[in-house]
């Protein structure tokens, strides 16, 4: 069966230090990848798609970038992190077949 | 307007009654749909998805589609404490022409539900 995992849990970074977000997915070959974010009482924002190694396409252009240097490794990166970063981000992949979303546990980032 | 809209509650409801969980979509194209739950600090789950209009039954959940209306909804019959959580609607948008844009899952911000005892 198919799991995401995402790490870290949890963070707390100061306002311009840089950030790395990881996910990686097991028992399936080349899945579509999702960054999401989700701020304090809102709903989930989508931020970068990936169809496949090096392919990252850009929802929200902001001071975040996206990588995929493996089939299934999918990282969030930032140079400075801003205020407005906080949020929960959730990693997620998509069944081909059915078009279910399924979501890592998330990252809690807190930037003070 | 927003492309995926719920009311946010939250919606009360006691044990054992019927919760209606109502979304709305703005985007015709849309073709399947996604409810998700949400625990709080937690991940979204995922409880059920519809494609066709009319009912669709799981358990104690069913989903429904009315593509006319644009409207989506979800019945959790005999609740729980155990189903209080904020429930998340989604839908996806099929790609843009000439946007080079690709089918994206889009969210509404969810309707918390409180079921008490």
């Known amino acids: 069966s198919q799991t995401i995992h995402q790490w870290p849990a949890t963070l707390v970074q100061p306002v311009g230090s840089p950030l790395s977000l990881e996910c990686t997915v097991e028992?399936?070959?080349?899945?579509?990848l999702y960054w999401y974010r989700q701020a304090a009482g809102r709903g989930l924002q989508l931020l970068f798609y990936s169809v496949g190694i090096g392919q990252i396409s850009s929802e929200v252009p902001q001071n975040l970038s996206a990588s995929r240097p493996q089939d299934r490794q999918f990282i969030l990166s930032s140079k400075k992190l801003l205020l407005s970063d906080s949020g929960f981000y959730l990693c997620a992949w998509r069944d081909r077949y059915t078009g279910e979303l399924f979501f890592g546990e998330g990252s809690r980032l807190t930037v003070l | 307007q927003k492309e995926v809209e719920q009311n946010s509650g939250p919606l009360s409801v006691p044990e054992g009654a019927i919760a209606s969980l109502n979304c709305t979509y703005s985007d015709r194209g849309s073709q399947s749909f996604f409810w998700y739950r949400q625990y709080s600090g937690k991940s979204p789950e995922l409880i059920m998805f519809i494609y066709s209009n009319g009912d669709k039954e799981d358990g104690r959940f069913t989903a429904q589609l009315n593509k006319a209306s644009q409207y989506v909804s979800l019945l959790i019959r005999d609740s729980q404490p155990s189903d209080s959580a904020t429930y998340l609607c989604a839908a996806w948008a099929p790609p843009r022409r000439f946007s080079g844009g690709y089918n994206k899952l889009i969210f509404g911000a969810g309707t918390r539900l409180a079921v008490h005892p």
């Open positions: 028992g399936t070959s080349n899945p579509n």
